[in-house]
């Protein structure tokens, strides 16, 4: 009976012990990890930063200093410098992330397309109610001398990519006072020629359509247009 007890004894004391050094191991751990987070995958300069390009994982303080990002809050929605990259793993120094990008209408190009800046000056648009990601209709209207006014759809689904004030800067979504001086819109290589010589032979018109905020859209030509042999 006694050498139960005593066995009883021991291995209380053995797991009260095996306690003991678990919950120091845990703080100690606490206080000398810190849990940040880091690229997911291989980011390139002027990657836009999302979720999915974050993981979250626990990392020696000793690792870590004043120009690293420790919250995924500091870090979504901000862009990799140019010239910069990000490995697999890598801790987000805040020397190779910037926020307010002069080139940020460069970076929302897909394959084929290129920025063309409108100037309100110049074209029919009403920009106050525009901002990036929208589509407008670019519409053509000619008055021919010897019959009447032609008008006619020119260029479906171009994309906003940037909107500016009369001095260059890129006008912030948040921005509701300031009022559009240039509107950049992401067309497709080959419409440029036609759209120069739109804006020549007659006036350009800026249409929103019911359609403003579907996405993954391109912009297309009205090659059936009655005013198409203008510009070609």
């Known amino acids: 009976m006694v050498k139960k007890i005593i066995l009883i004894a021991i291995g209380g004391i053995i797991l009260l012990a095996s306690l003991f050094f678990a919950i120091s191991a845990y703080f100690n751990y606490s206080e000398h990890y810190e849990k940040v987070c880091v690229a997911s995958h291989q980011l390139y300069q002027r990657n836009r930063i999302t979720e999915e390009d974050l993981k979250m994982i626990e990392v020696p303080k000793e690792y870590l200093g004043s120009d690293v990002y420790y919250r995924k809050e500091d870090v979504l929605g901000k862009y990799i410098r140019l010239s910069y990259s990000l490995a697999k793993g890598s801790l987000f120094y ?19 397309e290129v920025n063309y800046d409108l100037y309100a000056s110049e074209v029919k648009i009403n920009s106050g109610g525009l901002s990036v990601d929208m589509y407008v209709d670019l519409y053509l209207t000619i008055n021919n001398n010897n019959d009447k ?43 440029v020629n036609i759209l120069n010589k739109a804006l020549m032979v007659g006036n350009i018109s800026a249409i929103v359509n019911s359609e403003t905020y579907d996405i993954d859209r391109y912009s297309v030509l009205n090659a059936q247009a009655e005013i198409i042999e203008y510009v070609q």
Do not use: F, H, W
């Open 94 to 112: 805040k020397g190779a992330l910037e926020e307010d990008i002069k080139d940020l209408a460069n970076t929302l190009l897909r394959k084929g």
């Open 149 to 191: 006014p032609l008008s006619d759809l020119l260029i479906k689904d171009c994309r906003i990519t940037g909107l500016y004030d009369s001095q260059g800067k890129r006008i912030m979504n948040y921005d509701n006072e300031t009022k559009a001086y240039i509107v950049t819109l992401a067309i497709q290589e080959e419409q």
